[in-house]
């Protein structure tokens, strides 16, 4: 097995590695520096990652990277910024105005009356010319904190008569008080 080495110190000392050690407030990137050091003194890259509750390996890249680039590279991060949205800044936007302001109906949607998300996506891919997933629509209203409730049923066959009676029913169960009698007025 290889031994790690520092090969270009950039200037860098085991003093001063020290100093910068007590500088940078995170921890993960704190410990690139601390492997650094230890390799600069003399540490054999397995003997740092015990310490440290490294890999043997993350060593060697730490010390690889300084190696090329210097401290300001060791302290690099790079953030993964995920993936790009299907809808821009704007068009989100747009797309929550519409929502909250229009029935599918009012877009061309036909005679819906509510927004569902199979209305969403064939508008999402009329309107924007974006394809994506009911799920995927799901999340995206919640980003844009909006509540997605689906519809409830009407029942297509009401025999009126039954609903006069049952709204008359209910009128007067709420009419009597909490312990079953009539008001006394």
């Not at 790690?4 to 940078?24: D, S």
């Not at 927004?115 to 995206?140: A, Y």
Request: with cysteine; hydrophobic share 40%.
């Amino acid at each position: 097995m290889k031994r790690v080495k520092i090969t270009n110190t950039h200037g860098w000392t085991v003093k001063t590695l020290r100093k910068q050690e007590r500088k940078v407030k995170d921890p993960v990137l704190r410990a690139r520096v601390m492997a650094v050091r230890l390799v600069m003194e003399g540490y054999l890259g397995k003997e740092v990652a015990a310490m440290l509750n490294l890999y043997r390996q993350s060593v060697s890249t730490y010390v690889a990277i300084f190696n090329q680039g210097g401290l300001d590279t060791l302290l690099e991060r790079k953030k993964s910024h995920g993936k790009e949205p299907y809808l821009t800044e704007e068009q989100q936007a747009e797309w929550k105005r519409i929502i909250l302001e229009s029935t599918p109906a009012e877009q061309g949607m036909g005679m819906y009356a509510l927004w569902d998300t199979r209305i969403l996506q064939t508008f999402l891919k009329e309107k924007f010319g974006v394809s994506m997933t009911r799920v995927g629509i799901l999340k995206m209203l919640r980003r844009l904190c909006l509540r997605y409730t689906r519809p409830t049923y009407t029942l297509a066959k009401v025999d009126a008569k039954r609903r006069e009676a049952f709204v008359t029913q209910m009128n007067m169960i709420k009419k009597l008080d909490h312990r079953g009698y009539g008001s006394a007025l």
